[in-house]
């Protein structure tokens, strides 16, 4: 059971406070937060907090903790509760809340007080999840738009909650309007992945992982039965579905079968641990000598993904010791920016020549060698292939009297993607 949720700035302000029982929780609990936020990180206050476990203890409650969008939502209980329940919840609201906002800042939230409050109303009960479906949320708290800002101004009436209770709260598949029609049925299917890799200087790979999720855009008349299929399915670790998705089918034979909500959502997500390479490799070479360091980076694909590897990027902070530095390159863009960090813009790999950079580094007065070597974080981004290798086998759509269009598509980009040098 929760007592209480906060909503926090990027500065530590309490922007938000919402009382869930009749034990009131007090906002000191907060200000304990922020402190051991910023004692784990950067002295800074005004600064976002440092990473966190999503569960601390502090010395009188247990807190829950995640960040969206520099937006940090804090949840308190003094009473023993799964603790995936609280993640889960503040995960369902920062969701919500964007989906309504159309993203997620402090003016947002500030210019919406009504709504957001309306929203924890009818998401939460006495500290217990309640309604936590979008569409029925939809039906129930009408989102902010202009019409609806004049007509309070007009009227007086700062409620946006309808009189009536939506239909799909009493119907066996919650998450779906209530008999939706469209003039053309069409479901999409997108696998979106991401790669955490860590390179060492020699372009051994230390650890790669994949965090994937498919994503489902779908309008379709009716109430459809979907099944999907991968051919591969025995590559994925730590899935986690949508509430749509039946377990049972998935259990005994790795088929998502599910009645989908209407218009886009996350049907499930993923990892692949299994991974043995990287489709690009970065070679950097540093050579000190006399008040200088030379340096060269070399970047190529490792291995031919199929698709053109866009927007390749390379990033690394210079050490403190540096005073300058002089950068050039045979393919993109370079950048040295005000706090030091260097911004190599490739672009696309080209296939007849590896893109390069070269240049030297000026250290300090008296500082002969570069003691502290940068890491060098890359972004990349791949259209049309998952580099995890899970392939889509079949989508079969039932209970609709003509066959809708279906569609897919695959997207690979970079998540913590580092080479040490």
């Known amino acids: 059971m929760l007592q209480c949720i906060f909503l926090l700035s990027d500065s530590g302000e309490v922007m ?5 029982t009749g034990h009131r929780v007090d906002r000191s609990i907060c200000a304990w937060f922020w402190e051991h936020a910023v004692s784990q990180g950067d002295s800074d206050s005004s600064k976002v907090p440092a990473v966190l476990p999503p569960v601390i203890a502090s010395p009188t409650h247990y807190l829950f903790q995640i960040v969206r969008e520099g937006i940090t939502f804090l949840a308190c209980t003094q009473v023993e509760m799964p603790p995936l329940m609280g993640i889960e919840f503040l995960c369902r609201v920062a969701d919500v809340l964007s989906d309504y906002l159309g993203g997620l800042n402090e003016d947002l939230i500030k210019d919406n007080f009504v709504i957001v409050y309306e929203l924890l109303d009818e998401m939460i009960d006495n500290g217990f999840p309640l309604t936590t479906e979008p569409n029925i949320l939809r039906e129930m708290i009408a989102p902010p738009n202009i019409v609806s800002k004049v007509l309070s101004v007009v009227t007086g009436s700062t409620s946006n909650v309808s009189n009536t209770l939506p239909g799909a709260t009493a119907s066996s598949v919650p998450w779906r309007t209530t008999d939706p029609k469209h003039p053309n049925n069409e479901v999409y299917v ?22 994937g999720e498919v994503q489902v855009k779908s309008h379709l008349s009716g109430l459809p ?21 039946r ?9 998502l079968s599910f009645v989908p909500p209407d218009g886009q959502f996350k049907l499930m997500s993923y990892r692949v641990k299994k991974l043995k390479s990287s489709p690009i490799y970065v070679k950097p070479q540093l050579i000190s000598d006399a008040g200088t360091c030379r340096i060269s980076i070399l970047v190529g694909m490792r291995n031919d993904p199929g698709k053109a590897i866009d927007s390749v990027t390379l990033q690394f902070q210079l050490p403190r010791c540096v005073l300058s530095a002089e950068l050039t390159s045979n393919h993109g863009t370079v950048n040295v920016l005000a706090n030091k960090t260097c911004l190599w813009s490739i672009g696309r790999i080209p296939k007849d020549k590896a893109p390069s950079m070269s240049g030297t580094l000026f250290l300090e007065t008296g500082l002969e060698r570069l003691r502290a070597f940068p890491t060098f974080g ?6 049309g292939v998952a580099l995890s290798g899970l392939q889509i086998d079949k989508l079969d759509v039932k209970n609709l009297p003509n066959p809708p269009y279906k569609g897919f598509r695959a997207l690979t980009r970079a998540g913590e993607y580092e080479v040490r040098s």
């Open 16 to 20: 938000l406070e919402k009382q869930l």
């Open 190 to 211: 997108d696998l979106v992945e991401e790669m955490d890799a860590i390179l060492n200087r020699d372009g051994i790979l230390v650890k790669c992982e994949i965090y």
């Open 225 to 245: 039965d979907l099944t999907l299929s991968f051919s591969n399915p025995s590559i994925l670790n730590d899935v986690r579905f949508h509430p749509c998705v």
């Open 247 to 255: 377990f049972r089918p998935w259990e005994s034979h790795q088929i």
């Open 378 to 383: 890359v972004g990349f981004r791949i259209m």
